[in-house]
């Protein structure tokens, strides 16, 4: 065809892949090597390996093998998230992370992707399987979020899992606008308030949603244990007045 491989390429997974510690400096590099040459990469998807833990370098993580899941695209000060922020991001139109939110650098590193990104339709933010074994860290405090809005004018779908971190749909809903959302997923995962965790999002998106679906992403019957199903039965048509 002529093309150069990044032109034709549209569709990235980066799944189950742990960096050896040794290599990760030039894995690094050649990361932001192809980000920079995929021109019209239109997908992207990252899932972690679950057997290894999320770090930005590998002295940061103790991982047996010296194996563990980079946190770059996530890291503000990474040349990879750079790349990917202002150069992938604005023409995605799909994006799938699963990643572990407890620690707000990461969610600061999504926020600043998510600002470039107004071309996505699907969005897709799931929790990080991480090993029990493995101890993460705290959250890092004081980090401070720019006070502009996120416009996704055209996301459609939408797929979220509140429970990755306490006050996870209080940030969606006060810092994104999603007028073009028509199809709602989320995982509520654990937890007494997973009800008010699906009605803040609801009073918030439920406006013009079509559709509707509760996933539970504990695969356990935790999620099943509450009454969220009368209370949607009795509240449904005020919150998503356009379901189908």
Known sequence: TGKAIG?????????????????????EEVLVWILSRFT???????????????????????????????????????????????????????????????????????????????SLVTLRLARYDYPKSI???????????????????????LTIDPSMRDGLQTYACARWRLPSLTHLTLLPGEGGDSRDAVAQVLECFGVRLLYLQLLDGTLSESFFDIDIFPWLASNLDALCPEIQ
């Open 7 to 27: 032109e034709i390429i549209r569709v990235v997974r980066i799944d189950s892949c742990p960096v050896l510690g040794s290599c990760a400096g030039a894995i």
């Open 40 to 118: 019209t990469l239109r997908s992207f998807s990252y899932h972690p390996h679950p057997q290894f833990g999320l770090a930005d370098a590998p002295y940061n993580w103790k991982a047996e093998g010296g194996l563990f899941n980079p946190i770059w695209f996530f890291q503000r000060t990474s040349q990879v998230h750079k790349q990917f922020a202002s150069h992938t991001g604005p023409r995605l139109r799909h994006l799938d992370l699963s990643i572990d939110l407890r620690d707000d650098s990461k969610l600061c590193g999504i926020d600043s992707i998510l600002m470039n990104a107004s």
């Open 135 to 157: 101890h993460l860290p705290n959250a890092a405090p004081g980090v401070d979020y720019p006070e502009a809005t996120i416009n996704l004018p055209c996301l459609s779908e």
